[in-house]
C-alpha cells in the first residue's frame, strides 16, 4: 500500500450528501460536508472577496476538494451532478497520476506539512477568468508570521474549467509549484527564478501525458502562442502567455534531449536558475552548458533539422514537434542584388536570452557577401549564419566576436550556390536575478556585397612618436538637487522627479497636473551630466497604500506582488520607491502583476 494512503473508516453522515465517510487522516479527521472558511487572494477572487466559506466534497488518497459554497448553491440539479462527477473523476486524476508523476520527476510536496496532514487541500472557487488556478506560499506559513495563512498546503481551483480538460493540467501546473516551495526554499533556503519555476509547471502537462494528443493539448496552445511571440525573452517574466509558451517549448527541448534525470537533479540543489541547470549538467557528465543549449535551441527554433550537424541539436525530438508543425520565421528578410558594392545595414535591440533570425537574400549571382556584427560595450553576443545551399543542403558558420564585440564572414557563391542566409544571434549578459523588466542591449549588422574572397584587413593607426596621455573624465559631483525638483537634459523633452540619488520620469502631463503645487514653469533645465548622475526608478505606491508599483514607459503600472524579502532579492530597493498620490497612480492603466515567491498561477490565455 501506498504509504501516502489514509485509513478509511466507514459512518453514517447526515448532511448535504445521502450518506458520506468519516476519513481519519495522519493527524486530523475530516467529514464529508464539513464547513470551512479559508482566505482567498482578493486579486484573484472574482468578487473581490478575503474570505470564502467551503464545503468538503471529495476526499481523495492524496487531496482534500472543497468547495466554495456561494458557487455550489448556484448550480441547479443537473449541474450538481456534472460538478460532484468533474470532482471525483479530478480527485482520481491527482491520485493515479499527478502526484505520483510530479513527485517521482521533481520530489516531494512539504508532507505531512504545516497542517501534518499527508493529503493537500485543493480549494474550487471563483477565480477571475484567464486564470486557472494558483498557489500562494502564504499558507505554507503559520498564521502568527501570517495572518491571512490557511495553514495548509493549498492549491486554488477555478470553478469556471472544473468541467473542463484543463483542469487537470491546471492542477498539475499549480502542484509543481507547491513541490518547488518545499524543495528549494523550505529545503535548500533557495528562491527560484520565476521563469524556471515556471519552467517546471509547464512541463508537468507534458510528463503527466496530457499532451500525448496533440489537437486541444496546452502544447498546442503554447505552440501557437510561440509561433506569434517568437522573440520573447526566456528568463523575463510578465506572466504574460509569450512568457508561458517560451519557458514551455525550451523545457520540450532540454527534457526531451537530456532526460528528466536533469529535471530531478536541477531542483535538488541549492542552486537557481542557469546555474541549477549547469551543475545538473555537469553531474550527468554532459559538456554543453546552458547557454550552448539556449543557443542550439534558437537554431533548432529556425531550421528544425535532425540531419544538420551531429548529434541531433538542431531539432525537436518530440514527434508531435516536427518542422511542419513547429518553426518560426525571420524577423525580416532582405533581399540584396548580387552587385559590386550593394550593401544593407540594420540596428536593433534585444533583451537578455531573446532570440534573433534575419534572413538574407540574393537577387542575382556570382558574387560573394559580407557580413559584419556588432554589439555594444559590456554585452555578451553569440552570432551564427544558417546558410541554405541550392542543392539542398544546410550549414552552421559560427561568429567568433573579439573583445569589441565585433566579428565579420564571407560566404562565397552568393546565388550561385547559396539560395539564403539566416543570421541567428542572442546576448546573455545577465546570468541571475531576472526581473518583470529587463534592460535591452543594441547591436548592428551590415551586409555587403563583394568580389573579394578575403576580409578586409584591419587599419593599422601608426604609433605617435611621444607617448600622449588620455584624460581621464572627472567624475561628475552630486548636483545636490532639492527632493521633489523638476528637471530636464537642455536639449531633451523628458521631465523627471528628484529624489535622493534617484531621478523619475514623468510620462504624461496629466500626471504633473495631479499636483497643484507642480507646474511646467518650475522645470530646471540641466546638464545631460547632471541628469546622469541621478540612477533612474521606476517604481511608486499611492499614499497611504502599501502595494509598490513598478511603471512601464508604456503608461502601465504592474503592482509587485512579493513579500519584503523576494523584493530585496529581486534587485530592487526601498529607496527607490516614490510616494505618489492616487490620482498618478490611476492614471497609469493595470498591466500584468509582478510575483516573486509567493503567488505562482496558470494563465488560461
Given at each position: 500500500m501506498d504509504a501516502k494512503k489514509t485509513k478509511k473508516i466507514y459512518g453514517l453522515v447526515f448532511g448535504v450528501f445521502l450518506g458520506s465517510f468519516l476519513w481519519a487522516g495522519n493527524a486530523l479527521a475530516f467529514k464529508l460536508g464539513e464547513n470551512q472558511t479559508f482566505f482567498i487572494d482578493s486579486n484573484f477572487d472574482l468578487g473581490g472577496r478575503s474570505e470564502v466559506s467551503a464545503t468538503l466534497r471529495q476526499v481523495g488518497d492524496h487531496a482534500l476538494f472543497y468547495v466554495a459554497d456561494d458557487w455550489w448553491a448556484g448550480l441547479n440539479t443537473a449541474e450538481v451532478e456534472a460538478a460532484n462527477a468533474a470532482i471525483v473523476s479530478l480527485s482520481n486524476e491527482f491520485d493515479q497520476t499527478i502526484y505520483h508523476r510530479l513527485t517521482q520527476v521533481y520530489g516531494s510536496e512539504w508532507s505531512p506539512g504545516i497542517d501534518n496532514d499527508l493529503r493537500i487541500t485543493i480549494f474550487i472557487t471563483k477565480i477571475k477568468l484567464g486564470t486557472g488556478g494558483y498557489f500562494n506560499s502564504t499558507d505554507e506559513y503559520y498564521r502568527s508570521q501570517l495572518p491571512s495563512s490557511n495553514e495548509r498546503e493549498m492549491l486554488y481551483l477555478n470553478s469556471a474549467y472544473l468541467d473542463s480538460s484543463s483542469a487537470k493540467i491546471f492542477l498539475a501546473h499549480e502542484f509543481q509549484h507547491m513541490i518547488n516551495f518545499y524543495q528549494k526554499e523550505k529545503l535548500r533556503n533557495s528562491v527560484e527564478e520565476i521563469w524556471l519555476n515556471e519552467a517546471r509547471s509547464e512541463y508537468a502537462a507534458t510528463l503527466c501525458g496530457y499532451d500525448n494528443t496533440y489537437e486541444g493539448s496546452n502544447l498546442e496552445r503554447r505552440v501557437k502562442d510561440f509561433l506569434r511571440y517568437s522573440t520573447d525573452s526566456l528568463t523575463e517574466w510578465q506572466n504574460e502567455s509569450a512568457d508561458y509558451a517560451a519557458v514551455n517549448l525550451f523545457m520540450q527541448y532540454l527534457a526531451s534531449r537530456y532526460g528528466e534525470q536533469l529535471l530531478t537533479n536541477s531542483m535538488k540543489t541549492e542552486a537557481i536558475g542557469i546555474a541549477s541547470i549547469d551543475q545538473a549538467l555537469a553531474a550527468a557528465g554532459f559538456s554543453e552548458r546552458f547557454d550552448d543549449i539556449f543557443y542550439n535551441w534558437l537554431i533548432a527554433n529556425f531550421v528544425?533539422?535532425?540531419?544538420?550537424?551531429?548529434?541531433?541539436?538542431?531539432?525537436?525530438?518530440?514527434?508531435?514537434?516536427?518542422?511542419?508543425?513547429?518553426?518560426?520565421?525571420?524577423?525580416?528578410?532582405?533581399?540584396?542584388?548580387?552587385?559590386?558594392?550593394?550593401?544593407?545595414?540594420?540596428?536593433?535591440?534585444?533583451?537578455?536570452?531573446?532570440?534573433?533570425?534575419?534572413?538574407i537574400l540574393p537577387v542575382g549571382s556570382g558574387l560573394n557577401l559580407m557580413v559584419n556584427f556588432h554589439g555594444a560595450s559590456a554585452t555578451n553576443f553569440q552570432a551564427a549564419l544558417l546558410v541554405f545551399n541550392l542543392d539542398g543542403t544546410k550549414s552552421l558558420r559560427f561568429l567568433s566576436l573579439d573583445s569589441a564585440q565585433a566579428a565579420s564572414t564571407i560566404l562565397s557563391g552568393f546565388g550561385n550556390q547559396i539560395s539564403s542566409a539566416v543570421l541567428i544571434l542572442f546576448n546573455q549578459t545577465k546570468q541571475t536575478g531576472f526581473s518583470a523588466n529587463e534592460p535591452t542591449y543594441e547591436f548592428s549588422y551590415d551586409a555587403q556585397i563583394?568580389?573579394?574572397?578575403?576580409?578586409?584587413?584591419?587599419?593599422?593607426?601608426?604609433?605617435?612618436?611621444?607617448?600622449?596621455?588620455?584624460?581621464?573624465?572627472?567624475p561628475v559631483a552630486n548636483p545636490g538637487f532639492a527632493d521633489g525638483l523638476l528637471i530636464r537634459a537642455k536639449g531633451d523633452s523628458k521631465v523627471y522627479i528628484v529624489k535622493g540619488q534617484y531621478r523619475r520620469w514623468i510620462q504624461t502631463p496629466q500626471i504633473l497636473a495631479a499636483y497643484p503645487h507642480l507646474g511646467w514653469q518650475s522645470i530646471v533645465e540641466v546638464s545631460s551630466e547632471q541628469l546622469n548622475w541621478y540612477q533612474e526608478s521606476w517604481l511608486i505606491r499611492a499614499d497611504g497604500d502599501a502595494r509598490v508599483y513598478e511603471i512601464n514607459g508604456d503608461g502601465t503600472k504592474h503592482w509587485l506582488n512579493m513579500s519584503a524579502e523576494a523584493f530585496g532579492q529581486s534587485g530592487r530597493y526601498w529607496d527607490m520607491v516614490y510616494i505618489v498620490n492616487r490620482t498618478e497612480r490611476d492614471l497609469y492603466r493595470t498591466g500584468a502583476e509582478v510575483f516573486f515567491k509567493i503567488i505562482f498561477y496558470e494563465q488560461v490565455a
Open positions: 528544425n533539422d535532425c540531419q544538420l550537424g551531429a548529434g541531433q541539436k538542431y531539432c525537436y525530438l518530440n514527434s508531435l514537434l516536427g518542422y511542419s508543425r513547429f518553426h518560426v520565421s525571420p524577423q525580416m528578410s532582405n533581399l540584396m542584388a548580387v552587385r559590386e558594392g550593394v550593401k544593407f545595414s540594420f540596428a536593433d535591440s534585444v533583451k537578455d536570452w531573446s532570440g534573433r533570425w534575419y534572413e563583394t568580389s573579394s574572397n578575403a576580409l578586409p584587413s584591419p587599419t593599422v593607426s601608426p604609433l605617435p612618436a611621444t607617448p600622449t596621455i588620455t584624460p581621464q573624465p572627472v
